[in-house]
DNA sequence: TTGTAGGCGTTATCAG
DNA sequence: CTGATAACGCCTACAA
């Protein structure tokens, strides 16, 4: 259990050898023994050796003219609401995750929709060598300064700006097929409540709300969307109003709408699922513990964060990579929408 | 504009000058003549220079100490039922609003309880100032490492060891104000679920169940007390435990337990409030919406953050502050605990 | 296949 | 008050 740090140095010492070849065979670059390869690779396994990314990137500033830090940021969106979703939380972790195994660190910042100074004083100080958007928005602040300032930056979501990197979950079709399975069982008149259309995912799920209807020829009632629903109270009197147009199921685009509408569903007498049916685009594990449990769609974020990560690492190491669409979702079919 | 990085060199050459100097105009360290500073300073007014942090990183790491990075850490716990807990989140926010406001901005690295290396990256590489250690253990692997390498930092929660900077809300005091509620309403026999008792919180929280039992009297049943459940399996046998056990309330530690033990209540047939009463050490939405919604201890998570991330700056400011103990809950009250 | 030497940009030490 | 110089840990021509 040494506190001290091991260099290169001190493995060559140790090993009677010169540095440059420590350094050869760490990196796997240039002509080397496999004998004394083998002999480095198992002292470093044993002493915990760890690189010091400072001095990498230091003496790599010669070569590629670049500076380098070794540090990726993320920008989380500040509005009250994303406080409570879990996604952010898991996103980060797999993020974390992979960022660790290539040597990166990780800066987190946030942003509201329109100030950026967090973002702003990170990026100007040559503090991260790229940066991850957790949030896509129809009108993108943090995504224009970075295209504008030449930092490469992926953004998870979908978005409708050109040249950039983007790693996204299929919400699309994850969104349609679980409209469908309502359908399928014979709902006709679906109500819709969802966030500001301002964030793309708002508007494909919206989307994707409408088109799972027309594939069965059916037409959704315009009157029973809820949109830019962004505070409880807004949400009361969207709920209220449903309650008062004979609907046979609610869509939640969020878990976070659902604790609401099952209280007021519940306080008008209105019985789950026997009455009306509910269900919500994105899970959580208050669905899963709710009376009754609520059919939702579940995501692998952490797995999303991963593949971000890594996208945008390859990336910055002068990589083409493109954007890509993640299959991995699963309908959590749950007591809400029973029929008997 | 040219696209090239000038170096302090550059500046040296061009004014004619050593580095020395220039280094010392720009930081303003050491002494020197106001004529040769203004002049310096003027030129890099004049060709926008920018310092080269990694440089000046790497630089510091010998006379480790006195270098300025203006990063602080925040090391989350990386187990999976952290991830659910909306408490992390909003305590990066409070820390992440007082750091910008004195300039510093935020790494975010996991920790396992044993695996830190994630951490030893960033402190060895120098890219903080200091940490925030956001989950205390009884065993504190990160707090023995920072002391032993003397990094400044602040653990939110109470802690064992001495000479430790903690930051807490009042857990105690909360949980025996709860506890005494409860018993006041005629209670008399209650259960209660926590998490590992590695957690410095877990063992506060029961301390303070017995002492607020002590105080009117009575004597815990050391039968109905339920630790180290950290997964579903042991919740279930744990609840299944206490539904034959005729207790008349079920106290959890987190929010986090609270689903399970309603659905398995209602599983079993068994009435919140009337059969049984059901409250929680720590508040969330879950809580507000679930039915019944649950009474449970509310506390200001982003002030915790802000007062956290303020100490811990100015403690790095080399200003002499000590730890202290937040007074900021609230029980709310909810249907859960109601007697008729 | 391995070693030597010099440099990446900055700061601190020690002379002038 | 100022200037050489030696680090910080790593990388890579260029030699051997």
Redesign the pocket.
Known sequence: MSGK?I???DIANALG?????V??A??G?????S???DKVMDYVEKNNYE??MT??A??????SGKQRTYNLAVVWPDDYSAMEIPFFQKLIVGIAEIAANYGYDIMLTMAADDNITGLKRIVENHKVDGAILTRTLVDDVPAVYLKERGVPFVVVGSTNYQDVLWIDNDNYDACVELVEFLLGKGLKRLALIGGSKNHIITRTRFKAFRDAHEKLGLKIDEGAVYLDIENTSKLDDAIKDILNKDVDGIVCMDDGFVGEVLTKCAEAGVRIPEDIKIASFYDSTFLENSRPPVTALRFNDRNLGAVTASSLIRSIEGEKVSGQMLKNHEIMIRKSTETE
């Open positions: 740090k260099t290169i140095s050898i010169s540095k440059t070849t350094s050869r760490i990196s670059k240039g002509r080397i023994g004998g004394t390869k690189p010091n001095a990498k230091l003496a790599g500033q010669r070569h």
